[in-house]
């Protein structure tokens, strides 16, 4: 058992609040993506988790046990640092062997585990080489291949794939994630690739500034961002957000998009009528918004300004009054650049954004339950 | 077969081949000015050392003749070993060879920790007693020895090898402490912070990672405390009396023996520095290649 309970925690390095009152529980077993841009925190959290670097408030809890005061020896982690961290004065090898010896293991299990940690990393025929002659992506492999060889029960990623080409980088991706699947392993993985977080993750923490502003499955945060920041930040291309204005007609409550009025679902009613008579931000994803090559009912018409064909999909720039956005369609859609189509956007599929703090709007529950 | 065939270029056949040819002068040029200046600099710093081997070796008559050779012809003993027969002279060899190790010792051993705590750990004063570690190399010996002296007098430590190697230790540590603190500095915290990760305490991180990766630097500073106390005249002189050092022993006797006995003396006071360095140099060089990027 090792879940991770991570309790108010507060980091500071002088003035500066590196980690403010963030909590956050992983569950036992569970694959977690810490995913943030860059400074905000992540590695900072991370290393907390491990033991480097007190936390200045708050407890850390790893499988019931108050860890925020002990060695990181004591905590049952491995970890893989950003920068490697690997041992110049030892083989890949030793590297790897490092904490099995610390952990007294036989000769057997260690040229085992070692063996096995190296073939999974593609690392087998250096181990007898040290990490001066290899390149910046081999070393970081065999950053690897030391973490996962270690007996942990709480595996620490700090960016493991960074620096890894794309083709190698997407294999390893497939590999890791099941290999870890049959360790029985508590991990966290920080990353700022935002596939890499949506296609490993059981869940996914999105930081900002320090703090935890997000966790939710890869779907929840990918279709349903909590707000306009996480919206931008995760999906290629980011999220669509266009200008929406509040209105209520004959009790009923409508956004009106450019000419196209639209209305929400039953649940967003209640929420959105607070809004009445003001701007919201209507966030939809380039994927989810129907393109139609001729004029229907509830469609808005727009004219094309760049089609960009991606083999799998044509993503097409499009302008509406102000706004620029993306929307993608198949690519046999008949379209050139200059050309017009019109527009649908399915309620379901849009994310209701108050326009000055650029949080979600979401249904009170009480209310949708009563 | 035209070697520049898939070369494609706006200028002419001739004229590229005319750059090309260029440029690599100008690359065997600046080149070649590199090695001149290493060739000057290691003649400048072997030439006495050639002539003092070379004297040393040759006969007293032809030490005293003029021009000097190069290469001594014949090649003889009878100068080293008049030397070396000379009283009290092995003697010395000894207790030079004793003091040095001691100092080195005593050195390397306090300044190895004392170093760690000034590179690893942000504690009140550090840079104050940076500088007051500083501040006593700044006291010439001339001002140390003589109160020294009365101590070591009071104390019964009066004309003792262990006592001079003592005085030693304190005149090098202070260099040795700022050098070893240095070369921690330059191996990096995480490679410590993955050490205590994978199961090592404080300490067997240090043991296991830090040091092995500092070696080289230590060994670098421990030359210099050893070549130091091998040539150390003055404390020698004023600290002992009949456990003199060598170069105490042969500045004892220099004015009573001519030019022989002086290049026998100057060959044999180079000879265990060079030996030393001989066998620590590999330490120098890192053995892993680059230690960091
Ligand atoms: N030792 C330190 N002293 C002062 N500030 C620090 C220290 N370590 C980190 N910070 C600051 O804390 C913030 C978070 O740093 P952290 O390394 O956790 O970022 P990160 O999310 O891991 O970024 P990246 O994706 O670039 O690795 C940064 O703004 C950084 O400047
Ligand atoms: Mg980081």
Redesign the pocket.
């Known amino acids: 058992m090792a879940e991770i309970q991570i309790v108010n925690a507060v980091k500071r ?2 003035k ?1 609040v ?2 403010d009152d963030v909590s956050l529980t992983i569950h036992d077993r569970e694959f977690m993506v810490l995913l ?12 907390a988790v491990a033991g480097l ?1 007190m936390l200045d408030e708050g407890y850390i809890l790893i499988g019931d046990q108050n860890v925020t005061y002990l060695p990181p020896k004591e905590r049952k982690i491995s970890m893989v640092f ?1 920068n490697y961290a690997i041992f110049p004065h030892m083989t890949v090898f030793d590297n790897i062997a490092f904490g099995l010896k610390m952990q007294k293991a036989s000769k057997q299990v260690i040229k085992e585990r070692v063996e096995n940690a190296a073939h999974l990393l593609h690392i087998e025929a250096m181990l007898d080489r040290y990490p001066g002659a290899m390149s910046g992506g081999q070393r970081q492999r065999v950053a690897v291949a030391r973490a996962i060889a270690y007996d942990a029960q709480v595996l620490l990623m ?2 493991p794939l960074s620096n890894l080409d794309a083709l190698l980088r997407l294999e390893m991706r497939a590999e890791l994630k099941a290999l870890l699947s049959r360790l029985n392993v508590t991990t966290i993985y ?1 990353t ?1 690739d935002q596939i890499e977080a949506l296609s490993m993750g059981d869940r996914i923490a999105v ?1 900002q500034s ?1 703090k935890i502003i997000q966790v939710d499955s890869p779907t929840r945060v990918y279709d349903s961002p909590a707000d306009r920041f996480i919206g931008s930040f995760i999906g290629n291309p980011p999220m669509n957000f266009l200008r929406g204005q509040v209105q209520t007609e004959n009790g009923q409550v409508k956004v009106k998009i450019g000419d196209l009025m639209v209305t929400p679902s039953l649940e967003m009613q209640a929420p959105l009528r607070a809004y009445d008579g003001k701007l919201i931000y209507v966030g939809i994803r380039a994927e989810n918004m129907e393109a139609l090559p001729e004029a229907a009912d509830d469609t808005l018409p727009v004219t094309v300004e760049v089609v960009e064909p991606l083999g799998a999909q044509n993503l097409l720039t499009i302008i509406i009054g102000l706004e620029t956005i993306k929307v993608s369609t198949h690519p046999d859609f008949p379209v050139r650049a200059g050309g017009s189509l019109w527009l649908r956007f399915p309620v379901p599929k849009i994310r209701w954004i108050d326009y000055e703090t650029g949080k979600a709007i979401t249904p009170d529950l009480q209310q949708v339950l009563a | 077969m035209n070697q520049t065939t898939g070369v494609i270029t706006s200028l002419s056949q001739q004229e590229f081949q005319a750059q090309h040819r260029r440029s690599r002068m100008r690359h065997t040029m600046r080149r070649g000015g590199i090695y001149l200046l290493a060739i000057g600099l290691a003649v400048w710093i072997l030439l006495p050392i050639v002539l003092i081997g070379s004297m040393a070796f040759s006969t007293p008559a032809d030490v005293r003749a003029f021009p000097k050779q190069i290469i001594p012809d014949p090649i003889s003993g009878e100068t080293m070993n008049f030397f070396l027969n000379t009283e009290g002279i092995l003697r010395a060899t000894g207790n030079s060879i004793v003091v040095a190790v001691l100092a080195l010792l005593i050195s390397t051993v306090l300044a190895v920790p004392a170093g760690y705590a000034i590179a690893r750990y942000l504690f009140r004063g550090r840079d104050l007693i940076r500088l007051g570690i500083l501040s006593v190399r700044a006291f010439p010996i001339v001002v140390l020895a003589v109160p020294l002296a009365v101590v070591f007098i009071q104390l019964g430590m009066f004309d003792q090898v262990y006592s001079l190697a003592l005085m030693h230790a304190a005149l090098t540590l202070p260099t040795t402490i700022l050098v070893v603190a240095s070369v921690f500095t330059s191996v990096p915290y995480e490679l410590e912070e993955a050490a205590l990760v994978f199961g090592c305490t404080r300490l067997q991180a240090f043991w296991r990672i830090v040091l092995p990766l500092s070696i080289p630097g230590i060994a670098a500073s421990a030359i210099l405390t050893f070549v130091l106390s091998w040539n150390e005249v003055f404390a020698a002189i004023l600290l002992t009396i009949t456990n003199r050092t060598l170069p105490a022993q042969i500045l004892y006797t220099l004015d009573k023996s001519g030019d022989p006995f002086k290049f026998a003396g100057g060959f044999f006071m180079l000879v265990p520095s060079l030996i030393f360095i001989f066998f620590i140099r590999r330490y120098l060089f890192s053995m892993w290649g680059q230690l960091n990027k």
């Not at chain 1, 943030?36 to 290393?47: A, E, F, I, V």
Request: hydrophobic residues 30%; charged residues 15%.
């Open positions: 390095f002088g500066f590196a980690i943030g841009p860059s400074g905000c925190g992540k590695t900072t959290l991370l290393r670097g950003q700090d960016e920080v700022h930081m320090g």
